[in-house]
T-cell receptor
Framework: AQSVTQLGSHVSVSEGALVLLRCNYS??????LFWYVQYPNQGLQLLLK??????LVKGINGFEAEFKKSETSFHLTKPSAHMSDAAEYFC???????????FGKGTSLLVTP | NAGVTQTPKFQVLKTGQSMTLQCAQD?????MSWYRQDPGMGLRLIHY???????DQGEVPNGYNVSRSTTEDFPLRLLSAAPSQTSVYFC?????????????FGPGTRLTVL
């Protein structure tokens, strides 16, 4: 069964610093992987997705993630954090036959001035 | 397109009351699903549907019922609300059955059961 683990429920970075949010997956077959962002009191918005076309995936708002099969990882990065990046971030993987998403528990990103 | 819409945005119930959370999408998506979000738990799948007339259980289905009579609508019913169902509920839809396609989420319904 596919699952994801997000390391660190809270991450704090300074404005302008590198953002690194960690996600490791467990899957018996090549997975589809996603990063979603949730701003306060809002729904989830897709940042980027991996569907085996390329291992380095670029998303919206300057975020990117690299699929590393050898490390079973799909970490999310952004070179320079903005205050507006403060939000909850979820890593997700397709589950079972691919109909549903299996989410990690989320990482709350705090950006300090 | 309005995308995925949910009503109400907020709801307070007493234990034992029933209610229906509404979800609609105008993108002609075959696949729709309901998740609940609890602090530190991420999102957990309650029920899903791969098309009109077809529904199935997810990870946490107990206490919830669904039906899918049209492509557009996928209501979630709480028959007898319990405090453990206090949560934020999200509806989502996707265009095809393939796992690589994006799911679109509604804005959520915040439910409190007293």
């Amino acid at each position: 069964a596919q699952s994801v683990t997000q390391l660190g429920s809270h991450v704090s970075v300074s404005e302008g610093a590198l953002v690194l949010l960690r996600c490791n997956y467990s899957s018996s077959v090549p997975p589809y992987l996603f990063w979603y962002v949730q701003y306060p009191n809002q729904g989830l918005q897709l940042l980027l997705k991996y569907t085996s076309a390329a291992t380095l995936v670029k998303g919206i708002n300057g975020f990117e993630a690299e699929f590393k099969k050898s490390e079973t990882s799909f970490h999310l990065t952004k070179p320079s954090a903005h205050m507006s990046d403060a939000a909850e971030y979820f890593c997700a993987v397709t589950k079972g036959s691919g109909y549903a998403l299996n989410f990690g528990k989320g990482t709350s990103l705090l950006v300090t001035p | 397109n309005a995308g995925v819409t949910q009503t109400p945005k907020f709801q307070v119930l007493k234990t034992g009351q029933s209610m229906t959370l509404q979800c609609a999408q105008d993108m002609n998506h075959e696949y729709m699903s309901w998740y609940r979000q609890d602090p530190g738990m991420g999102l957990r799948l309650i029920h899903y549907s791969v098309g009109a007339g077809i529904t199935d259980q997810g990870e946490v289905p107990n206490g919830y019922n669904v039906s899918r009579s049209t492509t557009e609508d996928f209501p979630l019913r709480l028959l007898s609300a319990a405090p453990s169902q206090t949560s934020v509920y999200f509806c989502a839809s996707r265009i095809r059955l393939a796992g690589g396609n994006e799911q679109f989420f509604g804005p959520g319904t915040r439910l409190t059961v007293l």
